[in-house]
């Protein structure tokens, strides 16, 4: 429902005003503007100073002559819209003072522009003297009054104040009256502007909420750069209200900003930072147009501590995802000085900031050391990201590692894609088996190490990281550095602190604590207990174990899935190894390690190769791109594991 007032000089024009406006809403014809319901209140008042304590909390007010120029004096926000004054109105009342005048003297029209606008002319038509008096203000009614009585006139026309003013004088007088014509074409036109506002309210509204909801802040300036609006996060910034600051120039928001030309320049440049009570804020300048015409600016405004509260809390949502670490060195068993030792050195670099190089031959806990020291370093809360340098080809290694920006690649990810080095800023990386990375990517990982940056593939931006490098590695890095397959500088720079990892041969003493660790944690994801007896706890520590505990888990593993309801003794550990002359634990070393290391290795490899093809709904393209091989290359391994597919 729309709200409109009239205000009306004299109660018999509230009455005629209120029939018009009841046949306005009835009539079948419907513009527009119709599809709204407009209610009517009236109130009787000569001149706005009747109204003092009124409370206009309407959408449109209808009056008629001085009123109507007294309410835009007194606030130019108030819509208004005046009755007009058609010629058939000035016509009545000319006649009838024409009647009751009797050529005596000039009649005087009086009263606002639109009042008196073609009295003259129709004074010809109706042969009577006529002389017109503008009254711009009520408080000019008496001089009026008495100038037409100087002038001789002897009937007055005019407004209801001016014509009581007149008969109180002596002088005849005519109320000039607004017709059905007008009160029509006033009634319609107050629809029309309501209708418009209401639009306009809408559309304000909805963009109101927009700017209010913004993390950014935003003010509003014309074309002198004084302020005309602030939303409320620039409220927040500068800890006031709008209307602290509206109507004022922008110098007053930024008193003391080296950058204030800039700000004043119409044509949108790169964004400044600037000093601010105490914040850095980024700040960018748009220009408003209207026609190729510069009415304005806007002025968006980012608390740069703001943007990195944000950052952090997206870092801490990709944590939450998975980037965390599963293992405490509480999870790390064993008693032996070599283990003992190692331990001590990995805690103490847990404390450090710098790179630290893990060397260890496979499967003797390289990462979870690297989980744990990253589990009690100050980045422990932070993002913890792995990766095998060996499991993925170089270009996906390069994407993987650095990220890429949009279009780089034919499908790739709208937007662009942040390296792993991005999503490890504040926490750490870890580069499993570093030894892998190809020799054009590590001097790229070398800049990396020593800028503190990165820059993503296809992209020309650097993006400055805060992220610590445990590096992982099973073979003689040195040696490698010798043959020309890995950068000396590299190897220099990852290796700041160093911690070598005990075979589990060398810690012979460890394996009963770790095989029945093993076995316990393998009864709670069978809900059964899982036992061996002491002479195959003898029996698995005298053997040799080059895949180290990776290889021993595998064995544990195995046990406890074939022998469910017994404890297991040496015949059955015998019976699961790869070949019948490993089955004494007096055997040479290197016969065992050559047997079992190659049928594990072989074992691996198919089972990667099966969950591939799994994977990829056994479409062979596919399932080579996720092993990082080529098609041939997947073709020639199922062909030697006998794999048909």
């Not at 002389?131 to 002038?151: F, G, H, M, R, S």
């Not at 080296?258 to 105490?278: F, I, R, T």
């Not at 670099?349 to 260890?360: N, P």
């Not at 088996?433 to 940056?453: D, F, T, W, Y």
């Amino acid at each position: 429902m729309i709200k409109m007032l009239l205000i009306a000089p004299y109660e018999k024009m509230v009455e005629d005003f209120s029939r018009v406006f009841n046949q306005h809403n009835q009539t079948s014809h419907k513009a527009e503007y119709e599809v709204e319901q407009y209610s009517l209140e009236t109130v009787v008042a000569r001149v706005p100073e009747d109204l003092p304590d009124f409370n206009f909390n309407v959408e449109v007010v209808i009056s008629r002559g001085l009123v109507s120029s007294g309410l835009r004096r007194l606030n130019e926000y108030i819509p208004v819209v005046e009755i007009p004054v058609a010629a058939n109105d000035i016509v009545r009342a000319l006649s009838k003072a024409g009647k009751i005048n009797n050529n005596i003297g000039p009649v005087a029209v009086t009263g606002s522009p639109n009042m008196i606008m073609g009295a003259e002319d129709i004074a010809d038509i109706l042969g009577i003297e006529i002389k017109t008096y503008l009254i711009p203000t009520d408080e000019d009614i008496p001089l009026v009054v008495n100038q037409a009585c100087a002038d001789g006139a002897a009937t007055l026309v005019g407004g209801i104040s001016t014509t009581a003013l007149a008969r109180s004088m002596g002088l005849k007088s005519v109320l000039l009256e607004s017709g059905r014509e007008s009160i029509w074409h006033s009634i319609t036109e107050a629809k029309r502007l309501a209708y418009l506002m209401r639009r306009e309210e809408e559309k304000t509204a909805r963009l109101n909420t927009v700017l209010n909801h913004s993390e950014d802040a935003i003010i509003v300036l014309d074309r002198n750069n004084t302020v005309t609006l602030l939303n409320k996060s620039a409220e927040r910034i500068f800890h006031s209200s709008s209307q602290d600051y509206r109507n004022k120039p922008v110098e007053k928001i930024f008193p003391s900003c080296p950058d204030l030309d800039y700000l004043s320049n119409a044509v949108p440049q790169e964004a400044v930072v600037v000093e601010h009570n105490g914040l850095t804020l980024n700040i960018s300048v748009s220009s408003l147009t209207v026609h190729n015409e510069v009415i304005g600016k806007l002025l968006t405004i980012q608390d740069i501590s703001k943007i990195q509260e944000l950052e952090r809390k997206i870092r801490e949502k990709l944590y939450e995802k998975g980037h965390v670490t599963r293992h405490s060195f509480d999870d790390i068993k064993g008693t032996s000085s070599a283990i003992r030792e190692s331990l001590r050195i990995a805690k103490e670099y847990s404390t450090a900031e710098s790179t630290i190089l893990i060397i260890g031959k496979t499967g003797t806990g390289k990462e979870l050391f690297a989980q744990s020291i990253h589990n009690e370093s100050r980045r422990r809360n932070r993002p913890f990201i792995a990766l095998n340098c060996a499991a993925l080809s170089e270009h996906l290694l390069e994407s993987e590692l650095f990220g890429y920006s949009e279009g780089t690649f034919t499908g790739g990810m709208k937007g662009g894609k942040p390296g792993l080095f991005e999503l490890a800023h504040l926490g750490t990386i870890f580069l499993d088996e570093i030894s892998e990375i190809p020799l054009n990517l590590q001097a790229k990982l070398l800049r990396v190490l020593q800028e503190k940056e990165v820059r993503r593939m296809g992209d020309d931006k650097v993006i400055p990281l805060d992220v610590r490098i445990i590096s992982a590695a099973n073979i003689n890095l040195y040696d490698q550095v010798e043959k020309g397959l890995f950068r000396e500088d590299l190897l220099y720079r990852i290796n700041i602190l160093e911690l070598t990892l005990p075979d589990l041969k060398e810690r012979r003493e460890d394996i009963p604590i770790l095989v029945t660790s093993i076995m316990e944690n393998l009864g709670k994801s069978r809900t059964r207990n899982i036992s061996l007896s002491a002479d195959a706890l003898e029996y698995l520590t005298d053997l040799s174990w080059p895949g180290n505990i990776r290889q021993l888990r595998n064995i544990c593993e195995r046990l406890s899935v074939l022998y469910k309801t017994k404890q297991i003794d040496i015949e059955d550990i015998r019976k699961i190894l790869p070949s019948p002359k490993t089955l004494s634990p007096s055997c040479d070393d290197e016969l065992f390690s050559d047997n079992f290391l190659r049928q594990q290795q072989i074992e691996h490899e198919r089972t990667r190769i099966v969950k591939a093809l799994k994977e990829a709904n056994f479409n062979k393209g596919e399932a080579a791109s996720i092993l990082g091989i080529s098609r041939a290359t997947l073709w020639r391994k199922m062909k030697s594991l006998n794999l048909e597919y």
